[in-house]
């Protein structure tokens, strides 16, 4: 093994393509130390300076962040200004920056009431040896177990996205871990206590690459992870039914889609082949969740019409879930304001588009579902799976389909009064009331937090909402959750972080990380915002030159021959556009030519 | 002689979640079956610079961070204690306030200032901790700053 490490951490990964798993854990444990971020190398430690508050600026906490420029650890102060949470930040180097961290401090307060914490991580795969973020992997310090881990299938792309510079032709190497090494990686995540990983989102690059992404399914399957989704732009699933038939039939869960838009200009990626990737996936009963990414004066217009396109399409989609735009690089504060959107701004847009159908309270953080663990725990005596992420990383709601109307859940269920009260008979159990007797009186109070006549008819039924509800708290039966859900949108929101509004207090109470090469586990925010010191030196160190690859692929073809290229004329004429987009926007209002524009202009180009 | 440090502090905090603490450790030495108390040889004002030991206390044991910390309201005094080279393991018995537990025990081995282990100090505790630190479980009982039945 020592042989195929340099001294820069580049390991010879073309001679690991028959290696075991076994092989790439003793490669892993002797890597890891040396692919840690490393003090006065990578960053500094600058946590002296207090930033300034000015007038006209209440104070609300401070927390740790890094400089943009130097990645410098620093104080940074959150504080309210004119309605808004900021965050600010100087650098004995850089200077000062300051950036909106959520635009509505009113939204902030509520939000902030459900912040719960989780149980920490007992079994961490990395020491504590350095302040946080730069300790990644997950240190004992980190709050919360992994509520999805990604794995990075390959750095390929079939697309060039003039945004982008994670694709293998700009990296200049591949980084595609063998099915070996994905094992090793899997079981990595697996091995965390008190709450092993058990939701798996396979990313890439576009993981529909791998020829033997059916295989990854089956592994993560017999691994143990209940729920594997495969995050894709959808483009090779439209002209592959049988992928997304074998996908399913591997165990694949849902299929993680983007979705920027319901227009060609908003949505240049795969605006033409959602259609026909809904329609494959839909023959294949295999859901979808459409992901947008929402960035101001792009797409953020367009936030209602695309949970519309999801209600119109329910039988597929079982979700919306946004990611307002995190910023990445270095870009001039002018510029960022021009994009910057923060989950409170996404929230309001919603309810003005909708005429209120779907308003800014009936959104809840992603942690205040936290009560329901705590009570299933209680009563079962069992660890729970805790979504105990921060309260400013996400948003969620439901959204039912009745009769045409759409019933957001707040409207027929007393979620705060639920919530609160299910909190409350956890704590009780947990200070020795017999359970049985706290049981006996939730089933009765149930009642009192649903109005039925409020309920989607289906609910409505023979007191179905209360039924499913008794299952999922009393019975522990999930598949009533199923069948709560059937017929309802997921609406959710996720705001992942950059350099600019960086706070790690985000950081160590993260649910979503990245499992690495060398079997670390690696938040979102820290894998993606410094990528200099996780994503691209973990990956470059187990990956094979580009032009080497193609060698030991037999590929003779320029990265450009082998690039998608799009037959618009032939997208737009068949029946599936059509009927997909129909009464969502105007089809025939967009004439050929500028269909071919906004494609061209993302970088994809068209067949003529 | 070598050193133990640790530190005692108070927190105020509301963002990201609301907290109202004090931390007091005591520090005790465990030399053949015998516990003694240790008293801090220094205490001086806690800094950025202890970022990394106060997590290394708390960060998994109590679920709180030197993030945390800096949040909100904080008093922070860092405690160093001189450790003869009799003692075999250190027990560091926290006296908590807003927390689950009003007492922690962490046990640590001299050598290596490896925690071996953490817990609440309840009665039904007390063995494993009597175990770890081979000192009989009445002797525990007459040092603990508590009524444990």
Known sequence: MEKIVSAEVRIDYSKLLDARAEDFEELANKVRPKLMPRPNVDYTIELKHKPPLREGETHIAFTVSACPECLALLTARIFERDGKVWIRKVCPRHGEFEEVYWGSYELYRRFRKWQFDGKGITTPHVPLTAPCPMNCGLCPRHKSHPALVNLVATNRCDLSCWYCFFFAERAGYVYEPTLEHIKYMLRRARELRPYPAIALQITGGEPTLRDDLVDIVKLAKELGYTHVQVNTTGIKLAFDPALAVRLREAGTNVIYMSFDGVTPYTNAKNHWEVPYALDNLRKARLPVVLVPTVIRGYNLHEVWDMIRFGLKHIDVVRGVNFQPISITGRVPRKQREKMRVTIPDVLHEIEKQSDGALKVDDWYPVPSVVPVSHFVEAMTGEIKLELTTHFACGAATYLFKDDGEIVPITRFVNVNGFLKYLEEKANEIKSGRNKYIVTLETVASLRKFVDLSKAPRRLRRRGKALRHLFNILVKHDYSSLGEFHYDALFVGMMHFQDLYNHDAARVQRCDIHYVTPDGRLVPFCSFNVIPELYRDRVQRAYSIPLDKWMTIKGLKLKPSEYKYKRNIKKLIAGEPYRRHYEGIIDVDAIPYEEHVMASKRFGIPVVE | ?149
């Not at chain 2, 108390?37 to 206390?57: A, G, I, M, T, V």
């Not at chain 2, 080279?85 to 560091?92: A, D, G, I, Q, R």
Request: charged share 25%.
């Open chain 2, 1 to 149: 002689m070598s050193t133990h440090r640790t530190v005692r502090f108070t927190l105020t905090t509301s963002t990201p979640r609301a907290l109202n603490v004090s931390v007091e450790p005591t520090l005790y030495c465990v030399a053949g079956g015998e516990i003694t108390r240790l008293e801090p040889s220094r205490s001086e004002p806690f800094s950025e610079e202890h970022s990394l030991l106060f997590d290394s206390r708390y960060g998994d044991t109590l679920g709180i961070t030197f993030v945390d910390l800096i949040s909100g309201n904080y008093t922070a005094t860092l405690l160093t204690y001189d450790v003869p080279e009799t003692c075999s393991k250190l027990l560091e018995v926290l006296r908590t306030k807003g927390l689950e537990h009003g007492l922690y025990a962490a046990v640590y081995e001299c050598e290596s200032d490896s925690r071996v282990l953490f817990t609440p100090i309840v009665a039904k505790k007390l063995s494993k901790l009597s175990e770890a630190l081979g000192v009989k479980r009445n002797l525990l009982k007459t040092i603990i700053p508590c009524k444990i039945p």
